[in-house]
């Protein structure tokens, strides 16, 4: 079993950073596919960007450039700058683990991930 436990979240005027924090304990692996999620009210649940373990990052369209996804140790983070009023959502970290290399992912979709946080919540006014 794998418990994934986000923080950093908060709040933050336009055009400033936060980094979120994504802790993962259990039975996790060496291979790897890690991402963020997040959604906003009223809104589906959007992929924001992914990481897998051969380095290979995803980023959605509306965070390239902002958003950084990264990996130490047992700890996901997703550091945000530049942030817009858009960005205002609950983010999610999700992940597998596996033994053998994931491929490359081409649709960041929360229903593919096995375990998923809590979440953290994020407000840019």
């Known amino acids: 079993h794998v418990q994934l436990v986000e923080s950093g979240g908060g709040s933050v005027q336009s055009g400033g950073s936060l980094r979120l924090s994504c802790a993962a304990s259990?039975?996790?692996?060496?291979?790897?596919?890690m991402a963020w999620f997040r959604q906003a009210p009223g809104k589906e649940r959007e992929g924001v960007a992914a990481?897998?373990?051969?380095?290979s990052t995803t980023y959605a369209d509306s965070v390239k450039g902002r958003f950084t996804i990264s990996k130490d140790k047992n700890t996901l983070y997703l550091q945000m700058n530049s942030l817009k009023p858009e960005d205002t959502a609950m983010y999610y970290c999700?992940?597998?683990?596996?033994?053998?290399?994931?491929?490359?992912?081409?649709?960041?979709?929360?229903?593919?991930?096995?375990?998923r946080g809590q979440g953290t919540q994020v407000t840019v006014s």
């Open positions: 999700a992940a597998n683990f596996g033994l053998r290399p994931f491929p490359p992912l081409a649709v960041m979709r929360s229903a593919d991930f096995r375990y």
């Open positions: 990481l897998q373990d051969d380095g």
């Open positions: 259990g039975c996790t692996r060496s291979r790897y596919r």
